[in-house]
């Protein structure tokens, strides 16, 4: 399978060498570890832009921390008193544990190249954890809000709401990326039983495209009133240029309002709605992945855990002994402990989740 990249939506630049703070063989260092994430490792623009952004910020400071524009010679002579120092400014100005320690695995990583290559050695990192980041779990909406969603945005007859309702239906019929939805271009369609998605790391994968999302996006097409070439975006803006995805998000917070629906129902939560109700329907989790696109699943297995709270909180509002107080629950009877069949009780099962369960599909 091939499919041609398109470049819409606009795609973020990399940091330019001359945004770097760093001397003239440290700079060039950095050119082909920028070369070498293009090429070699086919990261992402978003992923390049963002690393190339970190590994700024932190030369930023070790210019400061130096007195001088840091050399690959300087760079084989940090401490990991260096670094620390690094993160705490870092941390000072705000920034959250997640970017902090993404920030460090940039850090990490451009050290690795540099040793791999032989420009600079350093194991100051060696003796650096990285910041404890809060288990995450996805944030799904319930069948009933999701679908009230895509209904919302249906609402309008002008080809806006139209637009918006395919957009949508795509992330929540399809599990597509925001992304992977505006890159599509008008050949690429999905008005037929299969749709090829070219995701993170240029990676291809068939994905199923049920009845709804056909009509969707036939609607759209009928309503639209610009002429779409094959190899130009599927969906536009008011005019004619490729849709910005802010005016996706700006259109999910406006439906947030409307409905009345958490602060996480963001268009990624259609996309996380996707899989969690496939799961709760039986679905099979390497199945899932596959149509998610994730590299491990490990990643894919996040969703379990919602299901878990889910069964949970369907138990702790249901059954006639969830509300006895549990740490006496060891002097009743076996047949009325639920610990005994291996059902572990949380402090509260019901604060597990916010909002009502999640609806069986």
Not at 55 to 84: K, M, N, Q, V, Y
Not at 206 to 216: H, N, S
Not at 247 to 269: E, K, N, S, Y
Request: proline share 7%; with cysteine; charged share 20%.
């Amino acid at each position: 399978m091939t499919q041609k990249k398109t470049g819409f939506p606009a795609l973020p630049e990399p940091v330019p060498l001359a945004r770097f703070s760093a001397a003239d063989d440290l700079r060039a260092a950095i050119g082909l570890w920028a070369a070498w994430l293009n090429g070699e490792r086919r990261a992402s623009a978003h992923t390049v832009a963002a690393y190339g952004r970190d590994l700024a910020f932190f030369l930023d400071f070790l210019t400061e921390h130096l007195g001088e524009l840091p050399s690959l010679a300087a760079i084989g002579t940090l401490r990991p008193g260096d670094f620390r120092a690094y993160l705490a400014r870092r941390a000072q100005d705000g920034i959250e544990r997640g970017s902090l320690a993404r920030g460090l695995s940039v850090l990490r990583g451009f050290l690795r190249f540099l040793q791999r290559r032989g420009l600079a050695v350093t194991t100051a990192l060696a003796a650096l954890r990285s910041p404890k980041l809060p288990y995450s779990v996805p944030k799904p909406l319930t069948i009933q809000d999701a679908a009230g969603s895509l209904d919302a945005a249906a609402a309008t007859n002008k080809w806006k709401g139209k637009r918006d309702t395919a957009v949508l239906t795509l992330l929540y019929g399809c599990g597509l990326r925001l992304s992977e939805a505006l890159g599509l271009s008008r050949g690429e369609a999905p008005l037929g039983d299969m749709l090829v998605i070219t995701g993170k790391g240029s990676k291809q994968r068939l994905v199923p495209v049920l009845p709804a999302v056909r009509e969707a996006v036939a609607d759209y097409l009928a309503a639209c009133p610009f002429i779409l070439p094959k190899d130009g975006p599927l969906f536009v803006g008011s005019r004619g240029r490729p849709l910005n995805p802010r005016i996706v998000q700006r259109q999910m917070a406006a439906l947030r309002g409307f409905l009345d629906l958490p602060d996480t129902a963001t268009p990624h939560a259609l996309r996380h709605s996707f899989a969690t109700h496939l799961l709760g329907a039986g679905g099979d989790l390497r199945a899932i992945q596959e149509l998610l696109g994730h590299a491990s699943l490990s990643t894919t297995q996040r969703y379990t855990s919602v299901e878990t709270e889910r069964l949970l909180a369907i138990y702790d509002a249901a059954h006639p002994r969830a509300h006895l107080d549990w740490g006496n629950l060891d002097r009743q009877s076996d047949s009325v402990i639920p610990a005994k069949a291996g059902i572990q009780k949380p402090e509260s099962a019901c604060a597990a989740i916010s909002g009502p369960p999640l609806a069986r599909g």
